[in-house]
């Protein structure tokens, strides 16, 4: 199957600062690509659709000011949580959209952020 | 009502034997239904694609009722490593390209 990375995979950072997590789709140039979060024996929540070139689709409650994305190019997709608080802990996923004859997603393998 | 709904377990299942999950879903204008696989701490792989005719992938079978609106998943001669959990995904496409996903239901499978 298609490949998408994710960097960092872990990170530890404190209170108000700025965490930026990459997805990159690794042999196939994907247009779109989701950002989802988890919390712990939660579902994946889509949180934003990005789209290269254009601004980012958000979903209902995700604040697009404190979660901005950046899809510069046909194989990466940027998040950075600005300004973090604990309540931003979790784990946030990227996935990169698929058309051939029958839709999918690829995830990456997410990146687990801790706000201290 | 929640979009995507399943039976979260566990389901403690003996090596095996064959066990199968259903999940609901609410929007009746859905068209791409998957079943995913998570394991703990990682993130979810895509285990089937469920065509409207049903489907079948080795010891996995995945079927789909419209009517009812719901999806299904039997794993028979299950094995230890089959232990995970199953993630009922809708697409119900439109301006929402992201996939909804159900909480999971949890599968062990005891020796």
């Known amino acids: 199957g298609a490949v998408v990375s994710q960097h960092p995979s872990r990170v530890i950072c404190k209170s108000g600062t700025s965490v930026k997590i990459e997805c990159r789709s690794l042999d196939f140039q994907a247009t779109t690509m989701f950002w989802y979060r988890q919390f712990p024996k939660q579902s994946l929540m889509l949180m934003a659709t990005s789209n290269e070139g254009s601004k980012a689709t958000y979903e209902q409650g995700v604040e697009k000011d404190k979660f901005l994305i950046n899809h510069a190019s046909l194989t990466l997709s940027t998040l950075t949580v600005t300004s973090a608080h604990p309540e931003d802990s979790s784990f946030y996923i990227c996935?990169?959209?698929?058309?051939?004859?029958?839709?999918?997603?690829?995830f990456g393998p997410g990146t687990r952020l801790l706000v201290l | 009502r929640k979009e995507v709904e399943q039976d979260p377990g566990p389901f403690n299942v003996p090596e095996g034997a064959t066990v199968a999950f259903n999940c609901t879903y609410s929007n009746s204008a859905s068209q791409s239904f998957f079943w995913y696989r998570q394991d703990c701490r990682k993130e979810p792989k895509l285990l089937m694609s469920?065509?409207?005719s049903g489907n079948e992938d080795g010891r996995f079978t995945a079927q789909l009722n419209r009517a009812s609106q719901y999806i299904s998943l039997l794993i028979r001669d299950s094995k230890l490593s089959d232990s995970a959990t199953y993630l009922c995904v809708v697409n119900s496409g439109g301006g929402a390209d992201g996939l909804t996903f159900g909480k999971g239901t949890h599968l062990i499978i005891q020796p």
């Open positions: 469920v065509y409207s």
């Open positions: 996935s990169a959209r698929i058309l051939v004859g029958w839709e999918t997603q690829y």
